[in-house]
Antibody, heavy 124, light 107 residues
Framework: QVQLQESGPGLVKPSQTLSLTCTVSGGSISSDYYYWSWIRQPAGKGLEWIGR???????NYNPSLKSRVTISVDTSKNQFSLKLSSVTAADTAMYYC????????????????WGKGTTVTVSS | DIQMTQSPSSLSASVGDRVTITCRAS??????LNWYQQKPGKAPKLLIYAASSLQSGVPSRFSGSGSGTDFTLTISSLQPEDFATYYC?????????FGQGTKLEIK
């Protein structure tokens, strides 16, 4: 079955750009049926949706992060990526990638497959 | 933006209890509402989608209901493995949002 795996630096300096990659295995990222998403969770706090991308490259971002976020897709590598610029300590969190799909024949979307997450700490 | 508010934020219950968690949207979202369970150190797991549809493999003691702005997740008879944090999430808007979570603890 499809599996997702996050990767990237675990430590980023303030004001720099956080870069993470999600590798999709067991299925094609180019499928018309799915979006791909990033979600984060500060330690001990709730989930925050960051954004999503379709295989065509079309994106939607959380308005609170939109000015700093870029999500991209590399179909040749079966990966999608997150870049978050000008990071501060408030960006320290567990970052998850996930697959979004719709219930068959509907437009009811949900996040059905998640990666295990990767911890990113912003500190000098 | 659509804000999602869960209540209560935390809940103590015993094995065998019936438990209900509520989620309210700041605007009408029809039934574009999903529920997730998260255990410590783990990624969230989808339980319910489209407000009331049970994800494959999820025990039938979990159920969801509601439409419009008010939704509930019910666990009919708590099992030890159900003690976790639960989140609702709306997909009515292309800009998704989660509730703040409800932590279900053992009494």
């Amino acid at each position: 079955q499809v599996q997702l795996q996050e990767s990237g630096p675990g430590l980023v300096k303030p004001s720099q750009t956080l870069s993470l990659t999600c590798t999709v295995s067991g299925g094609s990222i180019s499928s018309d049926y799915y979006y791909w998403s990033w979600i984060r969770q500060p330690a001990g706090k709730g989930l925050e949706w960051i954004g999503r991308i379709y295989t065509s490259g079309s994106t939607n971002y959380n308005p609170s992060l939109k000015s700093r976020v870029t999500i991209s897709v590399d179909t040749s590598k079966n990966q999608f990526s997150l870049k978050l610029s000008s990071v501060t300590a408030a960006d320290t969190a567990m970052y998850y990638c996930a697959r979004i799909r719709a219930a068959a024949g509907t437009n009811y979307y949900y996040l059905d497959v998640w990666g295990k997450g990767t911890t990113v700490t912003v500190s000098s | 933006d659509i804000q999602m508010t869960q209540s209560p934020s935390s809940l103590s219950a015993s094995v065998g209890d019936r438990v209900t968690i509520t989620c309210r949207a700041s605007q009408i979202i029809s039934n574009y509402l999903n529920w997730y369970q998260q255990k410590p150190g783990k990624a969230p797991k989808l339980l319910i989608y489209a407000a009331s549809s049970l994800q494959s493999g999820v025990p039938s003691r979990f159920s969801g209901s509601g439409s419009g702005t008010d939704f509930t997740l019910t666990i009919s008879s708590l099992q030890p493995e159900d003690f976790a944090t639960y989140y609702c999430q709306q997909s009515y808007s292309s800009l998704y949002s989660f509730g703040q979570g409800t932590k279900l603890e053992i009494k």
